[in-house]
């Protein structure tokens, strides 16, 4: 959406690379918001509960050893890295596919691009509420039988995406592809909790 504004005045290798301080900025700036103006948890902050005697004192180290000698930890994190994975390698290759495969300019390409991103809106919410939907009526099972659809029908049109020659058809197998994309990173979200629960 920025990109055309800093293209007036500069070329466009500048103006991709010139764009990327807004977010950089807001990024900052939300995190030192969040940093002064949020709790740590939603009962309060880490420090305030400990000296209550309602958060165990637990080092990082120990921590880490705990979910690093976790199975549990590494099956989701292979999951995690077929959906969120795959995301990032879109993110970074989705506008030059664009453009090489389909001969966009670099404009038109990085708004199609842009598409598979926004369904994060939307799509990532869905994966987390079907997952809670199929706990409540299958226990954990659900859940994971919701993540093993979603992880199963990305990886199907990826294979569908990587095939379509027509622009219109790919963008149009592209949403769909990142809907399963996202959704799958929800359903993850809906199993973290039960890796290894308190």
């Known amino acids: 959406v920025l990109f055309p504004l800093f293209k007036t005045g500069m ?16 990024g900052f700036a939300s995190g030192v918001a969040v940093f002064f103006i949020s709790d740590d948890a939603p009962k309060g902050n880490y420090g305030e509960l400990k000296k209550k005697g309602m958060m165990p004192e637990v080092s ?3 921590s880490f050893r705990t979910g690093a000698l976790n199975l549990n930890t590494w099956v989701l994190f292979l999951q995690y890295g077929c959906c969120f994975g795959v995301e990032l390698t879109m993110n970074n290759a989705a506008a030059l596919y664009f453009k090489d495969a389909f001969g966009q300019t670099t404009e038109g390409a990085a708004a199609i691009a842009s598409i598979f991103g926004w369904m994060n809106l939307v799509a990532r919410g869905v994966g987390g509420w079907m997952s809670d939907k199929a706990n409540a009526k299958m226990g954990m099972r659900g859940r994971l039988w919701v993540q093993t659809l979603l992880l199963a029908f990305e990886g199907a049109m990826v294979l569908i995406f990587a095939n379509t020659g027509k622009l ?13 994309v996202q959704a799958a990173e929800g359903s993850s979200y809906g199993i973290v909790p039960y890796v290894n629960p308190p």
């Open 60 to 62: 990082a180290a120990a």
């Open 168 to 180: 219109g058809a790919a963008i149009v197998v592209m949403v769909f592809f990142s809907i399963f």
């Open 11 to 26: 070329s466009s290798e500048m103006a991709w690379r010139t764009v990327s301080i807004v977010p950089a900025v807001i």
